[in-house]
């Protein structure tokens, strides 16, 4: 079955440090790749995604590459703010077929971000 | 993007009581599903909601405990029911984009059972 493997949290940087969140993970086909942000009491946003090898997602500074050979999409961004304090899961969805449709999630890694 | 709304947004409610959660969306979607994310941790594919069919749960949960409604292409309901404090979650409503292969999530119904 289909897994997701990501960096165990919690990480604390210092405000404007690089972030690197490792994301890994096992799929039968080609799956398309998310990284979903979670800030403190609040729902699930879509920060990027990407749907085939080699693609970059971005936003908001963040950037991820779909990285088939290793089976990878980490998490990235040059300088962090303190407003980028939540907890980030990276997930992946793959059409299981017959009109299912499945998104698994690692267990999410939780950032500080301190002044 | 779909526009999601949950409700109630949270709620504390006694052993042995039942709860419905609302989700509504902006758009006409297809497919919806709701999770359940336990305190700390990540989120659990409880079941998909599919209009015009019954809902598909996974592997531990059952329509007994969560009944879903998906009356049409905008609306679902869960029922948590015969609460228990182990029931104490954030309930995560989602939809599926038809023309993107992305999901969008609602903001969450966090529920506390004594």
């Known amino acids: 079955g289909n897994s997701v493997t990501q960096m165990e949290g919690p990480v604390t940087l210092s405000e404007e440090a690089f972030l690197t969140i490792n994301c890994t993970y096992t799929a039968t086909g080609y799956p398309s790749l998310f990284w979903y942000v979670q800030y403190p009491g609040e729902g699930l946003q879509l920060l990027l995604k990407?749907?085939?090898?080699?693609d970059k997602g971005s936003n908001k500074g963040f950037e991820a590459t779909y990285r088939k050979e290793t089976t990878s999409f980490h998490l990235e961004k040059g300088s962090v703010q303190v407003s980028d304090s939540a907890v980030y899961f990276c997930?992946?969805?793959?059409?299981?077929?017959?009109?299912?449709?499945?998104?698994?999630f690692g267990k999410g890694t939780k950032l500080s971000v301190i002044p | 993007s779909a526009v999601i709304s949950q409700k109630p947004s949270r709620d504390i409610c006694q052993r042995g009581t039942s709860l419905t959660i609302q989700c509504q969306v902006d758009?006409?979607?297809?497919?919806m599903f709701w999770y359940r994310q336990q305190p700390g941790q990540s989120l659990t594919l409880i079941a998909t909601a599919n209009q015009g069919s019954e809902a598909t749960y996974e592997s531990g949960f059952v329509i007994d405990k969560f009944p879903i409604s998906r009356p049409n292409l905008t609306f679902s309901t869960l029922t948590v029911s015969n609460m228990s404090p182990e029931d104490s979650s954030i309930y995560l409503c989602?939809?599926?984009?038809?023309?993107?292969?992305?999901?969008?999530f609602g903001p969450g119904t966090r529920l506390l059972v004594l």
């Open positions: 997930a992946l969805s793959e059409n299981s077929g017959a009109g299912s449709y499945q998104l698994t």
């Open positions: 990407a749907t085939k090898a080699d």
């Open positions: 758009s006409q979607v297809t497919m």
């Open positions: 989602s939809v599926k984009d038809t023309r993107q292969e992305t999901q969008y």
